[in-house]
């Protein structure tokens, strides 16, 4: 109650007499609207044409169209919905006009016997032609109809988009749009100059391809379009060159423990891990910050590269940190890591949330004071202030799971722990790892400020995973496949989405969670060991509960999506996804990596509910059809659209807001190619242009 109170009070005329801007200010800022810079910069959603209006009889099904006309009959129909109809005529026939909602005041301004102006698209309906809920306006036979097409502004609640036009007219009005792309340019990709482009986007003349507008592939768009691509190339380029400047520590081989590792690892690297190993040793060693992207797919073999990387920093007498997006998956690291390092004398460090705070404390006094070399755990590595003595290198397995704060926060506070310790050498380097590799046009545009290497090659001796599609009413099948599989020593995982029954959200079908599935199927197949596992369990049984598996003491482990990331336990050979249909491709890819990890033949077995829907269907055929995550990916975004594959939380695509890297390709492709060139001939207007386009964003830059 208090919020909507609270919200009104703002428009209340009372305290906007004292401060008569201060209400609209403040509506404007929820809207991100505070210069005139960024008034101009609010582009309509969509047009309407009321230049014109359209005969009763010429009205055409689904497109909109203003009318004028008179009110013949009004009345709320009380049979059914409860619902306001009126009936209006022109000299070429008549409208049903429908609404569904209305106020004392819409049935007033619908009296009989009024001439009315109406905006809307029509449709068919039982009775004729109808318009639903069409905006409606008193005829004013003295004001002539507008000679331009009326802009329709993105909004919220108390924004009116009168308010915004008169605003925005205004804005137009205060600044001077320079334009920051030479003639030559615009000359060269065919674009419009900028000021013009503007004002005839904000008030588009009544001939205008009002179509075109409101898709934006107007070529007034494109050249709005254009500046932003522009903006983003640009600044990515001037990052790239910024940290070029930045100085990190060499990193160089001082000692043998990288080496004794090597020797020490119970396989050789294989030749993808070697190559992307040798690429990381020369970024390390060159005294200037790394921003390397370590992607390959589930089961590449990514951990061993991040431990070399790690212990080259240790050799070089600093510290490293492995940050992972999940306890579990930390946990497993810590594990695995110190199994690697401890016999070769590297001190490591381990920190949770879920640590007591003595322990916490006295991870970090150990940290802080140098005495841990290498320091592993969750985002607590962020969260609590961890001050390291001499931090050299920052490595973030499964970035993707880290949103651009996270990782933004990564980097500085490492730097800024690093700060004063290591202000001889600068920043920290910083490597990333993923398993969900980025397709070629998105590396290009968003990642232009990242190297990338790709461990394309999976270790020797591995069995490609099978995968089965199981309609959910063949279940009887999977848990035979499961008693011979664990009858033969391997182990399984059962994953289900929910963890209770009280999670069932609105799903067409009966969900199993995971703590049924476990009740029921243990009681099935009570001759095998199982456990249970998900995100609401505490974290010490949680732990407990993986390192059973993980010894082999629990045959089938039902999980929640919990073990999705990361999870390495060679022996498992089955993974069973109910409801597999409900998951992402990419989500399915990394469950169905946890398996096949050792030289056994597995399983992976999708069972799905019927009917599926076609996506669904389309996602479990790409999942059913190839087991390469790339592969994988590049299916994934054609379903999807790139937008959608990185996800909101992906720094470049926060960037945006006019073009789609989905329609507008050319223009990616056109914008990369003028920033190096307006980089080199103009770099004034570069800076002007990144500047004018990209301010209070240049922090994602970083991420
Ligand atoms: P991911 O790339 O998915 O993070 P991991 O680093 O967890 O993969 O490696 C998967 C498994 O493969 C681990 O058990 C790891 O020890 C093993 N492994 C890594 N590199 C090799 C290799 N060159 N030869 C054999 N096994 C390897
Ligand atoms: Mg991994």
Redesign the pocket.
């Known amino acids: 109650m208090a919020r909507p109170m609270a919200s009104k009070k703002r428009v209340n005329p009372a305290s906007a007499n004292r401060s008569p801007i201060t209400g609209h200010r403040s509506l404007f800022a929820r809207l991100g609207l505070a210069s005139d810079w960024d008034f101009v910069l609010h582009l309509p959603l969509r047009y309407e044409d009321e230049t014109r209006i359209t005969p009763i009889a010429d009205l055409q099904p689904g497109v909109e169209a203003q009318v004028e006309a008179v009110i013949e009959h009004c009345e709320v129909a009380s049979r059914g919905r409860r619902q306001l109809l009126a009936r209006v005529r022109d000299d070429s026939g008549e409208l049903l006009l429908r609404f569904l909602h209305f106020y004392p005041s819409t049935q007033k301004q619908l009296a009989e016997g009024k001439r009315v102006r109406l905006y809307g698209s029509v449709r068919g309906g039982l009775m004729g032609v109808e318009m639903v809920h069409p905006r409606v306006r008193v005829a004013d036979d003295t004001a002539a109809l507008p000679q331009r097409l009326t802009p329709v502004y993105p909004s919220t609640e108390g924004v009116s988009q009168a308010s915004l036009r008169r605003r925005i007219a205004q804005a137009l009005q205060n600044i001077t749009v320079t334009d920051t792309l030479p003639q030559s340019l615009r000359t060269r990709y065919r674009l419009p100059e900028l000021a013009p482009a503007l004002r005839g986007l904000h008030n588009p003349p009544a001939d205008a391809d009002q179509a075109a507008l409101s898709e934006h592939r107007h070529p007034l768009w494109a050249r709005v379009k254009f500046d932003e691509l522009l903006a983003q190339q640009l600044s990515l380029r001037i990052a790239r060159a910024k940290r070029a400047q930045q100085r990190a520590p060499r990193l160089a081989a001082t000692g043998d423990l990288t080496q004794r590792l090597l020797a020490a690892?119970?396989?050789?690297?294989?030749g993808a891990?070697q190559r992307v190993w040798r690429e990381l040793e020369v970024d390390l060693a060159r005294g200037r910050p790394a921003h390397r992207l370590v992607q390959?797919?589930?089961?590449?073999?990514?951990?061993?590269?991040a431990a070399l990387a790690a212990t080259r920093a240790i050799e070089a007498g600093y510290q490293a940190a492995l940050m992972a997006p999940t306890e579990i998956l930390a946990e497993q690291h810590f594990r695995?890591i110190e199994q690697w390092l401890a016999p070769l004398g590297v001190e490591i460090a381990w920190l949770a949330g879920k640590l007591k705070p003595a322990d916490k404390r006295a991870a970090q006094a150990r940290v802080a004071s140098g005495a841990a070399q290498l320091l592993v755990g969750t985002h607590a590595l962020i969260q609590d202030k961890v001050e390291f003595a001499r931090l050299g290198l920052a490595i973030v397995?499964e970035q993707h799971r880290f949103g651009v704060a996270q990782r933004l926060k990564l980097r500085s506070g490492a730097a800024g722990a690093a700060g004063a310790a290591v202000a001889d050498t600068g920043q920290p380097h910083l490597v990333m790892?993923s398993?969900t590799p980025i397709p070629r046009t998105l590396a290009m545009s968003f990642m232009a400020d990242l190297d990338v290497s790709t461990?394309d090659e999976l270790?020797?001796?591995r069995t490609p995973v099978q995968t089965k599609l199981v309609a959910a009413a063949r279940r009887d099948e999977v848990l035979a496949r499961l008693s011979g599989e664990v009858a033969q020593g391997r182990q399984a995982y059962w994953v289900c989405p929910l963890v209770e029954e009280s999670d069932l959200i609105d799903s067409p079908v009966p969900l199993t969670a995971a703590t049924r599935m476990f009740e029921q199927t243990r009681a099935l197949l009570p001759e095998l060991r199982w456990g249970l596992l998900h995100g609401q369990l505490p974290p010490a049984e949680k732990a407990a509960v993986m390192q059973l598996f993980t010894r082999g003491e629990i045959d089938v482990l039902v999980a929640t999506t919990v073990i999705e990331v990361?999870v390495?336990v060679?022996n498992a050979a089955l993974m069973v996804i109910e409801h597999a249909q409900r998951f992402g491709l990419a989500q399915l890819h990394q469950l169905r990596?946890r398996v096949g990890?050792g030289s056994a033949q597995s399983w992976c077995v999708l069972l799905f509910d019927e009917p599926l829907s076609p996506t669904a269907r389309e996602r479990l055929k790409v999942i059913y059809e190839t087991t390469d995550g790339f592969e994988v990916a590049r299916r994934d975004l054609a379903i999807r659209g790139p937008g959608e594959f990185l996800g909101s939380r992906q720094s470049g695509v926060a960037m945006l807001r006019f073009a789609s890297l989905d329609q507008d390709a050319a223009l990616v492709e056109q914008a990369r190619e003028a920033a190096d060139w307006l980089l080199r001939e103009h770099p004034q207007d570069a800076t002007a242009h990144v500047t004018r386009w990209m301010r209070g964003r240049d922090g994602l830059l970083d991420a």
Request: charged share 20%; net charge neutral; no cysteine.
């Open positions: 690892l119970p396989f050789v690297l294989t891990q390959g797919d589930v089961g590449s073999g990514k951990t061993v590269v695995k397995d790892l398993a461990i270790p020797p001796g990361g390495d060679p990596g990890r």
